[in-house]
T-cell receptor, first 114, second 111 residues
Framework: SQTIHQWPATLVQPVGSPLSLECTVE??????LYWYRQAAGRGLQLLFY??????ISSEVPQNLSASRPQDRQFILSSKKLLLSDSGFYLC?????????????FGNGTRLTVT | QKEVEQNSGPLSVPEGAIASLNCTYS??????FFWYRQYSGKSPELIMS????GDKEDGRFTAQLNKASQYVSLLIRDSQPSDSATYLC???????????FGIGTKLQVIP
């Protein structure tokens, strides 16, 4: 069965510091991978998605970036964090391009920028 | 802009009652619909998928879809305190699996 690992679970970082969040998927090949952010009391915001190695699509302009160095690895980064980057970051995967495949989420990383 | 609308709640129901959660979507091209349950501080967990008009039942959960009205609902029968969570409605409209989420409805089941 497929599993998704996301770490760290919690992170407290000062403003201006760098960020690296990592996500790996096991048990499937060529998954679609996603980074979402959920701010307190708000809905899920799609940040990036990737349909293959090295292919990254950005949904919103911001100081975050994403990379996919391996088929089942997805990394979210920032060179300098802002206070507004605080939130709950969720990695998710799906398979295929058809409309029958739902998203499956990792356990998330709660980021607090101080 | 594609939107999925939900009442944020909270929706309070007594234990054993039927909880009815509703969702509307703006994009008539939406093809697939999903319900996720999110406990406080946790990540969303998929509980139901529905793709065609009508009802789909899975245990105590029933998802209902009416594409003409652009309306999706989730019924939870025999509600339990453990069902207390936020329920997210999501719609997929095509492309590379881009899914639009509602803000979620907070359900409280009162013992």
């Amino acid at each position: 069965s497929q599993t998704i690992h996301q770490w760290p679970a919690t992170l407290v970082q000062p403003v201006g510091s760098p960020l690296s969040l990592e996500c790996t998927v096991e048990g499937t090949s060529n998954p679609n991978l996603y980074w979402y952010r959920q701010a307190a009391g708000r809905g899920l915001q799609l940040l990036f998605y990737s349909v293959g190695i090295g292919q990254i699509s950005s949904e919103v302009p911001q100081n975050l970036s994403a990379s996919r160095p391996q088929d089942r690895q997805f990394i979210l980064s920032s060179k300098k964090l802002l206070l507004s980057d605080s939130g709950f970051y969720l990695c998710a995967w799906s398979v295929g391009q058809g409309y029958y495949s739902p998203l499956h989420f990792g356990n998330g990383t709660r980021l607090t920028v101080t | 802009q594609k939107e999925v609308e939900q009442n944020s709640g909270p929706l309070s129901v007594p234990e054993g009652a039927i909880a009815s959660l509703n969702c509307t979507y703006s994009d008539r091209g939406s093809q697939s619909f999903f319900w996720y349950r999110q406990y406080s501080g946790k990540s969303p967990e998929l509980i139901m998928s529905i793709y065609s008009n009508g009802d789909k039942e899975d245990g105590r959960f029933t998802a209902q879809l009416n594409k003409a009205s652009q309306y999706v609902s989730l019924l939870i029968r025999d509600s339990q305190p453990s069902d207390s969570a936020t329920y997210l409605c999501a719609a997929y409209s095509g492309g590379y699996q881009k899914v639009t989420f509602g803000i979620g409805t907070k359900l409280q089941v009162i013992p």
